[in-house]
């Protein structure tokens, strides 16, 4: 017996949808032996109505075949349309064209772009760019995943409206700038009108960070407000606010099947923004200003990297042994890809049962 099938896989709203365009099940011949004492009756029978046994075999075999095609379509349709990453964004997992297959693999693409949870306007100014595609080196992996720079402005839009990225400082491993006494001979006005008060230094970025993504780096510049809150006596008085512009490259990193990364500090500058106990002096408060930076900005935007976010990787497998190429505004993940047990790949078994079961 030989079966042939055409499959037609589409994306159909953000979905594939899979369709038998094509089947037919062929038997050749077909043999059947009957034991018994009338058996010489029974078998002239069988051979009589050989022909219509096959065509009801074929038919039948057919009817399941169309029967299990249907049934992985369903099962495609609940492919869900987005991947959540934590309380604030999702990742848009949608297709947003046909697969394209070759004769040793199927390219799929996704729209990929952070989108926003809880109503939080999403950002749709992203467009795709046209660049020179990125290849990965050595022998060949099971699986290549394609980040354009956009997948992580996106996610830096949505974060920045959904105002998380900014934070009160009140605790830092040099505890003397949570002082006025820690700045008396930095900005002595401060130490003079609040003696020995408490500090909390209320961080906010001030516009959306853009990363750029080049040779083995990641590139980003952050503009970003520091306002020196003073605690006297139970009142928190706002005394001061530097500008920051900090430059940092990055690099990026893959944990399990999440997509990680982590910054250093390039070089920075800063002005004084406005000021309620005169001026300051700048020179003083730039070493006070790269302490922060160091042991509390980057630290803590690091932090929040080191968690990443989820590639789209089918449930119950991990990547291995990945190799991460960044170039031409894009990041590319070649890896191979192991079969961790936390989905049972037998619960699909049934399914082909039914399919080729008559």
Known sequence: MAMELTLG???????????????????????????????????????????????AVEDSVSKRIREGII???????????????????????????????????????INGLFTAKDGIPAPNNYHKKHRAPVSCTGPAKMIEISLDENVFN??????????????????????????????????????????????????????????RIADDKVDTTIYSDMIIDVLDSGEVIQVACISLVINATGSVQISKNNLTGSFGLTEFTMSLKWSNIGDLDMHQVQAAMSTVIDTVFLPYLNLHLAKGFPLPVLPGFTLENAEIICRNSQVMVCSDVVHTGEYDLYKLLPLWVNMLSI
């Open 71 to 109: 049934k992985l379509d369903s099962l495609l349709q609940s492919v869900p349309k987005e991947i959540p990453v934590d309380h604030v964004a999702a990742l848009n997992v949608t297709f947003v064209k046909d697969p394209v297959s070759s004769n040793s693999s199927i390219d799929f693409e």
């Open 154 to 211: 996106s996610a830096t839009s949505v974060y920045f409206k959904a105002d998380s990225m900014s934070w009160i400082v009140n605790k830092m491993p040099d505890q003397s700038l949570l002082n006025t006494a820690g700045w008396k001979y930095i900005v002595p006005q401060l130490y003079n009108q609040y003696p020995d008060d408490g500090v909390n230094l209320n961080i906010s970025v001030s516009s959306q960070p853009m990363l």
């Open 9 to 55: 896989l589409k994306d159909q709203n953000g979905t594939l949808s899979l369709s038998l365009l094509d089947w037919g099940c062929f038997v050749k011949d077909i043999f059947v032996k009957l034991d018994g004492g009338a058996t010489w009756f029974y078998q002239g029978l069988v051979d009589a109505f050989k022909e219509q046994i096959a065509s």
